[in-house]
């Protein structure tokens, strides 16, 4: 009889050790060391990251990324430390919103330090030098910038982007940004770029409705009218502002708006990089102090 208890308990540990290894169930905290860090390869992630007047946003999936913008010039070697602290070597899609320094400043740095596998950029040609040194670089790189269509799609693992709007015959810049729409699951996010009231009008009858929303242009008032508001309707808004900035954003109409509609504010400005976490269903903040700020 012990004998067999012995072989049962056996049976029972080879199971224990079999599910530990093989099943889903351990999955999700699942972590795997690449040059003696921790990379959590399983969750979906999106940080907005601190860079003051400026905007930078990294998205993860799983073990792919994506980013939204890279600040300024003076943030391009802090982003890259920063990247390469979370164990990133290589980044599907680099998304420059429109060429202001404030939404391509790091590009360079980021293009030397990591792999890239698409630029996204509006054909918007500027004599800015940082626009015209990024053109350059990636030329020389024999990498080309690619111009994505209004309604065109791009997936990393489980999640999509949707082109909301993208121009280059606007009056103003701003309003050739790229303005995006991320679906992950049952959760889904819009990030505006500095795209102005102009654009908002011209995409109303999109599907606008999301969890999360980049506010556009800093939380400028030419931004972030009552009608785009009202349809995307979001639980959650960021802003991506400097403290202290000269252009007094974020305006306190815009906050005032976000407040009728009791969406809760996240502000680099006063809570430094903001990262959320979705698990396809809920969506959980954390706030990270960060010097980066201005
Ligand atoms: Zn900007």
Known sequence: ???????????????????????????????????????????????????????????????????????????????????????????????????????????????????????????VQTDYKTYTEIVDLVKSKNMTIEVPEIDSTFTMNDSMFNVLWISNSEEEINDDSIVLKLNYKNTSFIFTGDATKNVELKILDKDLKCDVLKLGHHGSSDASSAQFLEKTKPLYGIISV????????????????????????????????ILLTSDGENIMFETIKTDTNG
Not at 30 to 42: F, G, Q
Not at 249 to 273: F, M, S, V
């Open 242 to 273: 400097g403290k202290d900035n000269e252009y007094g954003h974020p305006h306190d109409i815009t906050l005032k708006k976000l407040n009728y509609l009791n969406t809760k504010i996240y502000r680099t400005d006063l809570d430094g990089t």
């Open 1 to 123: 009889m012990q004998k067999v208890k012995d072989i049962l308990f056996l049976i029972l540990i080879g199971i224990a050790v079999y599910l530990a290894y093989n099943s889903d169930f351990f999955s999700e905290t699942t972590e795997y060391r690449k040059d003696n860090k921790l990379v959590d390869t399983t969750s979906f992630k999106i940080y907005f990251i601190d860079v003051g007047e400026a905007d930078s946003i990294l998205v993860k999936d799983k073990e792919q990324f994506s980013l939204i913008d890279t600040g300024n010039n003076e943030d391009g070697p802090k982003l890259v430390n920063y990247f390469k602290e979370l164990g990133i070597t290589r980044f599907k899609y680099i998304i420059c919103t429109h060429p202001h320094e404030d939404h391509i400043g790091g590009m360079d740095d980021i293009i030397r330090n990591f792999d890239v596998e698409h630029i996204y950029m509006p054909d």
